[in-house]
Protein backbone atom coordinates (compact mmCIF):
# COMPACT_ATOMS: atom_id res chain seq x y z
CA UNK A 1 0.00 0.00 0.00
CA UNK A 2 1.65 3.37 -1.10
CA UNK A 3 1.90 5.78 1.85
CA UNK A 4 3.04 9.43 1.65
CA UNK A 5 3.89 11.00 5.13
CA UNK A 6 4.67 14.73 5.60
CA UNK A 7 6.77 16.11 7.87
CA UNK A 8 9.12 19.32 8.97
CA UNK A 9 6.11 22.30 8.42
CA UNK A 10 5.60 25.18 10.93
CA UNK A 11 5.90 28.67 11.99
CA UNK A 12 8.72 30.62 10.71
CA UNK A 13 9.62 33.89 10.19
CA UNK A 14 9.78 35.56 7.15
CA UNK A 15 13.36 35.40 5.70
CA UNK A 16 13.89 31.81 7.61
CA UNK A 17 13.88 28.51 6.14
CA UNK A 18 12.42 24.74 6.74
CA UNK A 19 12.90 21.31 5.27
CA UNK A 20 9.77 18.86 4.46
CA UNK A 21 10.25 15.82 4.53
CA UNK A 22 8.24 12.93 2.20
CA UNK A 23 8.38 9.69 3.40
CA UNK A 24 7.39 7.16 1.16
CA UNK A 25 6.49 3.70 1.86
CA UNK A 26 4.70 0.71 -0.54
CA UNK A 27 7.03 1.94 -3.59
CA UNK A 28 10.54 2.66 -3.88
CA UNK A 29 12.26 5.76 -5.35
CA UNK A 30 12.78 4.34 -8.88
CA UNK A 31 10.51 4.51 -10.96
CA UNK A 32 8.02 7.42 -9.98
CA UNK A 33 7.22 10.47 -10.52
CA UNK A 34 6.65 12.76 -6.84
CA UNK A 35 5.65 16.16 -6.56
CA UNK A 36 5.31 18.62 -3.67
CA UNK A 37 2.08 20.30 -3.92
CA UNK A 38 0.85 23.12 -1.86
CA UNK A 39 -2.55 24.77 -0.99
CA UNK A 40 -2.96 28.27 0.85
CA UNK A 41 -6.15 29.31 2.67
CA UNK A 42 -8.88 30.56 -0.13
CA UNK A 43 -6.40 29.33 -3.05
CA UNK A 44 -6.08 26.75 -5.21
CA UNK A 45 -3.99 24.15 -4.98
CA UNK A 46 -0.82 24.58 -7.17
CA UNK A 47 2.04 22.43 -8.16
CA UNK A 48 5.72 23.80 -6.28
CA UNK A 49 7.74 21.17 -7.92
CA UNK A 50 8.09 18.04 -9.83
CA UNK A 51 10.31 14.96 -10.56
CA UNK A 52 10.21 12.11 -12.76
CA UNK A 53 11.97 9.23 -12.95
CA UNK A 54 10.39 7.71 -16.15
CA UNK A 55 11.57 10.93 -18.90
CA UNK A 56 13.82 12.87 -16.28
CA UNK A 57 11.97 15.80 -16.57
CA UNK A 58 11.98 18.30 -13.68
CA UNK A 59 9.56 21.55 -12.43
CA UNK A 60 9.78 23.90 -10.29
CA UNK A 61 7.46 26.80 -9.61
CA UNK A 62 8.56 30.03 -11.32
CA UNK A 63 8.01 31.84 -7.81
CA UNK A 64 9.90 29.76 -5.68
CA UNK A 65 12.89 29.33 -7.90
CA UNK A 66 16.05 30.20 -6.75
CA UNK A 67 14.74 29.77 -3.11
CA UNK A 68 12.83 26.30 -3.12
CA UNK A 69 15.16 23.11 -3.96
CA UNK A 70 13.98 19.11 -3.94
CA UNK A 71 16.14 16.07 -3.41
CA UNK A 72 15.69 12.62 -2.23
CA UNK A 73 17.27 10.00 -0.25
CA UNK A 74 16.69 6.55 -2.09
CA UNK A 75 18.28 4.82 0.96
CA UNK A 76 15.62 6.20 2.91
CA UNK A 77 13.05 6.49 0.67
CA UNK A 78 12.18 10.26 1.43
CA UNK A 79 11.72 13.49 -0.52
CA UNK A 80 12.26 16.41 1.01
CA UNK A 81 11.59 20.38 -0.46
CA UNK A 82 14.29 22.89 1.10
CA UNK A 83 12.90 26.25 1.97
CA UNK A 84 14.61 29.08 1.90
CA UNK A 85 14.18 32.89 2.32
CA UNK A 86 10.56 32.08 2.80
CA UNK A 87 7.83 34.57 2.10
CA UNK A 88 4.51 35.25 4.22
CA UNK A 89 2.68 34.06 0.10
CA UNK A 90 4.34 30.76 0.22
CA UNK A 91 2.08 30.21 3.83
CA UNK A 92 0.29 26.86 2.86
CA UNK A 93 -0.77 23.42 3.62
CA UNK A 94 2.16 21.63 1.80
CA UNK A 95 1.45 17.56 0.29
CA UNK A 96 3.42 15.54 -1.66
CA UNK A 97 2.28 13.57 -4.57
CA UNK A 98 3.30 10.41 -6.39
CA UNK A 99 2.65 8.58 -9.26
CA UNK A 100 4.31 5.03 -8.94
CA UNK A 101 2.87 3.31 -11.77
CA UNK A 102 4.86 2.30 -14.75
CA UNK A 103 4.33 4.90 -17.00
CA UNK A 104 5.75 7.53 -18.73
CA UNK A 105 5.20 10.87 -17.16
CA UNK A 106 6.08 14.33 -17.95
CA UNK A 107 6.47 17.17 -15.01
CA UNK A 108 4.80 19.01 -14.40
CA UNK A 109 2.46 16.30 -13.84
CA UNK A 110 -1.23 17.23 -12.35
CA UNK A 111 -2.50 13.33 -12.21
CA UNK A 112 -1.34 11.99 -9.31
CA UNK A 113 -3.31 9.34 -7.64
CA UNK A 114 -1.50 9.33 -4.28
CA UNK A 115 -1.09 12.36 -1.87
CA UNK A 116 0.51 12.68 1.83
CA UNK A 117 -1.67 14.45 4.79
CA UNK A 118 0.11 17.42 4.34
CA UNK A 119 2.40 19.53 6.61
CA UNK A 120 1.41 23.26 7.01
CA UNK A 121 3.88 26.23 6.50
CA UNK A 122 3.36 29.46 8.15
CA UNK A 123 5.47 32.38 7.37
CA UNK A 124 4.53 35.60 9.68
CA UNK A 125 6.17 38.97 8.43
Known amino acids: QVQLVESGGGLVQAGGSLRLSCAASGFTLEYFAIAWFRQAPGKEREQVSCFSSSDGSTYIKGSVKGRFTTSRDNAKNTVYLQMNNLQPDDTAVYYC??????????????????WGEGTLVTVSS
Open 97 to 114: AAQVDRIVVACPYFGMPY
